[in-house]
Structure formats: structure tokens, C-alpha cells
């Protein structure tokens, strides 16, 4: 029998109620509008209370559909994908919905999932650049998947830095068939400035891009719908 909405949330009552630490790490009240039906998770107050219902004042407003949240809240579904393809939707301070993996729940609700591995340093002409592997089993996605130009329809340049150096790649899901070269590309749709470890993080699902923007580490200039198709660029976890 598969679990519920209102399971999930007494799982998240029932951890509360066994940490009564929970309040003090995390410090925020979520509003979650799950299939629009409100709940409240106050990990702000007291101990910390669950309740169904609107909060009189929320700190973080968390809107997504019955199978997505469950999927979320189990360890099934990564916030950060369900973000950017909008699935879920966030208002207020998005620095809280950082902390959702610290809101606790027994053991009917696991979030336990397996860590995703980082791909190795390329020796090609990345210069010792982590991301000139991503780019390059990306490379490969778009020769023999030309449904990314499709579905995707931008020209993006990643402006990489690392230790003081910075280097330049384009992936143009746009013309032709697709490509991805080292340089910049001034007809760019999209650019996105940021870490080379932050970028592989990125890019394998490791990190979170809302995170790292929110957190000043990704900049994005030009049209800011298309970071949200970034998802469609991750490497597969099996090629890396």
C-alpha cells in the first residue's frame, strides 16, 4: 500500500515530537499547499508542531502536487529537479527550503538515498578543468540524442572558474543539430558564471543550482527561463 499525503506529515509530527531539537536547527514555519490542501510545519516554535491548515504567517511557502511531494519527503524525487521543472513552487525565504532535509520524520518516511558519484578529472583540453568531463559526455548526449535541441532551444555559454583562472565553454541546443565547444558565444540565450567544483556539483545532482544562486556561487544573465531547463543537461550518474 503506497503512502499518503497526510502519512507523510504525521511521519514528520512523530519525528518532531522525538526531536524537540528540531525547532532550534532548522527555525522557520513552512506553508506546504500539497494538491491544494494546506499544512503547516512549525519548526520555528516550542518543539514544533504539525497541523493541517494555513499558518496566521508563514516564513516559507512550498506549493506541489500529492505525488510529487511524497516522492520529495521519501527520498524518491530531487527538490532541485522538481524545481526546474517547475513542480514546485517556493515563496518567501528560500534559504529555508534549503533546510527540508532537517525536518525530521520516523522511519515510515526514509529520505536515505544513495550519494551521487563525481565524475574524474579530464585529461582533454579542459586544462585540468573537472567540468571539461561534463562537457564532454554531454557532447556525446547531443550526437546521438537530437531531441535536446527540441526540447531545449538555447544557446547557453558556462563561464567556468577555478583557482583564480576561468575558462569558457557553449552548448547550443538551437541550430543544427547541436554542439558544445570551448570559447564564448556572443549570440549566447543564457549565461551562467560559476565554480568548476560547483558546476560538476551542479551538473550531477549533487549540489543544488537554486542553492548555489542563492548562495552568490551561480550567477545567470540573459533569458533566466531557460536555467530552469538546465535539468535536461545533467549527466547521467552511469556515464560519470
Request: proline content about 4%; glycine content about 12%.
Amino acid at each position: 500500500m503506497s503512502i499518503t499525503v497526510e502519512q507523510v506529515f504525521d511521519e514528520i509530527a512523530k519525528g518532531m515530537a522525538s526531536d524537540p531539537t528540531a525547532a532550534s536547527k532548522i527555525g522557520g514555519v513552512f506553508h506546504f499547499i500539497v494538491g491544494g490542501k494546506s499544512w503547516t510545519v512549525d519548526a520555528k516554535n516550542g518543539s514544533g508542531s504539525v497541523k493541517q491548515g494555513a499558518p496566521a504567517s508563514a516564513d516559507c511557502t512550498i506549493t506541489v502536487a500529492d505525488p510529487d511531494f511524497i516522492a520529495l519527503m521519501t527520498g524518491k524525487a530531487n527538490g532541485q529537479n522538481l524545481f526546474m521543472q517547475g513542480k514546485l513552487k517556493m515563496k518567501g525565504n528560500m534559504g529555508l527550503a534549503m533546510k527540508l532535509d532537517k525536518i525530521p520524520k520516523s522511519g515510515g518516511a526514509s529520505r536515505a538515498s544513495a550519494p551521487s558519484p563525481s565524475p574524474p578529472a579530464s585529461s582533454s583540453s579542459g586544462g585540468g578543468f573537472r567540468a571539461a568531463a561534463v562537457f564532454d559526455e554531454l557532447s556525446k548526449r547531443i550526437s546521438t540524442d537530437p531531441s535536446l535541441v527540441q526540447s531545449v532551444g538555447a544557446i547557453y555559454q558556462f563561464d567556468i572558474s577555478k583557482g583564480g583562472q576561468s575558462q569558457s565553454w557553449n552548448v547550443d541546443l538551437k541550430n543544427g543539430k547541436g554542439s558544445v565547444s570551448q570559447g564564448k558565444n556572443e549570440k549566447a540565450d543564457c549565461t551562467l558564471t560559476v565554480g568548476d567544483d560547483e558546476f560538476v556539483g551542479m551538473m550531477t545532482g549533487k549540489m543544488n543550482s537554486q542553492q548555489l544562486f542563492m548562495q552568490g556561487k551561480l550567477k545567470i544573465k540573459g533569458n533566466m527561463g531557460l536555467a530552469m531547463k538546465l535539468n535536461k543537461l545533467q549527466a547521467p550518474k552511469s556515464a560519470l
